[in-house]
């Protein structure tokens, strides 16, 4: 008997310990604050960070706010004496500004001997800056942030309908027309649906077709030539398909759906496919939320017809402000390695978010079917890009997102509307004295 | 032929002078909070800021702001927007909140609970509002579309049809704020004398004349003030176009301070934002004293 309770209690002291050790030892640092968007993705940031605290002792505060709220709060902060924030979490289309501006610290500044590990993605070099070339990138750009959670979209599809129709889930647009002429029973059932939002959503839903035609918006951003190319045919056929698309698959008001209404539509069953974030999977598996719990898989999104797979990447980055202590600095780095951990990053995915190492993405995890979106996410991963990774990327996303949705709502035509698009980009490239142009213009 | 007296002794010329040296701890902070901000933004409204190795720099281009005005594909749709919202929304509104505020006048019973009531709209935050008629307007699922459905009517596209999303911006604002014009008209119509209203029924006065020729030109100090200030509100409403349409479809619901916030804050161009708002400013000012002409004029 004694034994017994012996080896119970050593391996209660065993458990304990090795739960007590932690996934990195990152030493006893100063209390941090970190700047959060309130996401879908929350919950688990959330726990991981509490992981932290048990195992390291170190404490660390979030102040949670709006998307919107955070950009203002970062360049509060940031453009002022600083010293709010020791980290802060930026949607990638807003740490041009802050590159730029020169308010975050490199890593390599706080801790020169500090690499990343190699497996934690990139996310098409988010996270580096080249000051020279003003551009986003590892060669010859020091490392400013990493990706904390890294969304891509995917298309998102009822197992069981596409089952009973006898439907494949689709690879391409003619495909998902295809299955939308089965599945489209509106108003009671919508076959797809797409976000068409003025702004920022449909910029966004549209670029990854676009980009699968192969289309871009500036003919070579990366080596200084902004000229406008977003007028091109392939981006009109880019843009002909989506609205198309969403016209004949999804509600009659596809002007104005938005994320809210396309999770919204797919958790209620009312939707059978959309093309959505992969942030937004946790939305489908929770009971209290969804009518479609284990029912909903997903896939990389369709492609054109002689079109590639392609996908834009839209993630969280973790960076330091330039403005603090070196000990709030060296705290913030701590926080940061111990969360590119492999256990780290598992654990994070196991808490519902999405681990930006790839063995993580192909761990056991895979197996579980409350995983099975990782292969789909590593799949789209291989050909994900940045879009509009300069200073003017807000304005450009105002102008394009206003002039597509213009022509998804009948406005304009499609050729039109790219234009008008090409001709206000090139005026926002102009007044800030880019190398620009504009190609020949559309048929309207 | 009035006589002022001036103060001979020190402690007379402390009195006399305390009042206004007192006023000065109110200036300083008037100037602080009001007139610095003030002439910082139309010194930003001429200005470039641009950043780099987290400095500042402001560059002197009163013409380039002034060309982004001109170029700004959005701006005209956010004006005559902006000019039928406040238009359609105060004129509702002042005509409902002065019915309420006659008919529960007339109420013998219940007008404390009924000030009570119509209080609550006023109450809830925008932001609820917003996230409330958003619910109701859904196409799909909304309280609206199901209503209509009762009655055999097909489903509305509220907010995504072009024609009609501004106007459900309008129904939302007419719901929040008549409350506002009616606690105004309420507390007026509650201080009508009623000695001049009994002489009106005496002369044979109808009720409309009665309404026309004694209770309005009695009311219409109140009307203006109702007027002006929910003028005001309108030219600055943010939050339910935010939170409904955010200025779509297209650019069919866009107003000034939505506009105002992309440009400052979406596309950060401190400048050309700067800009805007003092011409906004300036704007509502003018408004402001026509109205205040035309309300004098009225009332000669």
Known sequence: ?444 | MIAVRRPRTLAGWINATFRHWSLLPAVILFAALTAYPAVDLARMSVSTITWQGAQDFWTFTPRRNFEALMSDPSLSAAVVNTLVFVAAAVVVEMVLGLALALLVGRMVRGKGAMRTIMIVPILVPAVAIGSMFKLMYNYDFGLFNQALAVVGLGPVSWLGSPSLALWSVVIVDIWHWTPFVFLIMFAAVEGLPQDVIEAGHVDGASPWQLLRYVTLPLLMPALTVAFLFRSILAFKAFDEVYLLTGGGPGTSSELLSLHLYRVFFEQNQLGYGALLSVLTMVAILTALALGRRVARKVRR
Not at chain 1, 52 to 62: A, D, R
């Open chain 1, 1 to 444: 008997m004694s034994r017994i309770t012996t080896f119970v209690a050593a391996f209660a002291l065993c458990a304990a310990a090795h739960a007590a050790t932690p996934f990195v030892d990152v030493g006893k640092q100063e209390p941090i604050t970190i700047l959060t968007p309130s996401t879908p993705w929350l919950p688990a940031f959330t726990k991981i960070v509490e992981t932290y605290e048990e195992q390291t002792g170190n404490k660390v505060k979030l102040d949670v706010n709006p998307f919107g709220a955070v950009l203002e709060k970062a360049r509060n902060d940031l453009r002022g004496s600083g010293g709010a924030y020791d980290a802060v979490l930026l949607d990638t289309q807003w740490t041009i500004e802050m590159y730029e501006g020169g308010f975050l610290s490199p890593f390599a500044d706080i801790d020169s001997a500090f690499t990343p590990p190699k497996e934690l993605l990139t996310y098409d070099d988010s996270g580096y800056w080249n000051e020279q070339k003003r551009w986003r990138t590892s060669k010859g750009g020091k490392l400013m942030a990493f990706t904390v959670l890294g969304n891509v979209p995917v298309w998102y599809y009822r197992t069981d309908v596409l089952k009973d129709a006898g439907v494949a889930p689709p690879k391409t647009i003619p495909e998902v027309l295809a299955s939308c002429a089965k599945l489209n029973k509106p108003p009671s059932t919508y076959g797809a649906v797409l976000r068409g939002e003025r702004g920022n959503p449909i910029r966004y839903e549209w670029q990854q077709w676009m980009l699968s035609r192969g289309a871009t918006v500036v003919r070579d951003a990366e080596n200084g030539d902004f000229t406008v190319t977003i007028n091109s045919p392939q981006s009109k056929a880019a843009l002909d398909d989506y609205i198309e698309v969403a016209k004949k698959c999804g509600p009659p008001n596809p002007g104005a759906v938005g994320q809210g209404d396309v999770i919204q539509l797919l958790s209620t069953g009312k939707a059978v496919q959309g093309q959505l974030v992969l942030a937004a999977w946790a939305n489908f598996q929770d009971p209290k939320k969804s009518a479609v719990v284990g029912k909903i898989a997903v896939v990389p999104l369709p492609r054109a017809a002689d079109g590639k797979t392609a996908a834009v990447i839209g993630n969280w980055n973790y960076a330091i402000p330039k403005g603090i202590s070196p000990a709030k600095k060296k705290s913030a780095l701590a926080f940061a390695k111990w969360l590119m951990s492999y256990d780290a990053q598992y654990a994070f995915a196991k808490a519902g978010g999405i681990p930006n190492r790839t063995d993580v993405l192909a761990s056991d995890l895979t197996k579980d079917p409350n995983f099975s979106w990782m292969p789909a996410y590593l799949e789209t991963l291989k050909t994900a890009r940045q879009e509009l990774g300069y200073a003017e990327g807000a304005q450009v996303e105002q102008a394009l997102g206003l002039r597509l949705n213009q022509a998804l709502i009948g406005e304009m035509s499609s050729g039109k509307a790219l234009n008008q698009a090409a001709q206000d980009i090139k005026d926002i490239f102009e007044k800030n004295k880019r190398k620009t142009g504009l190609g020949p213009p559309l048929p309207e």
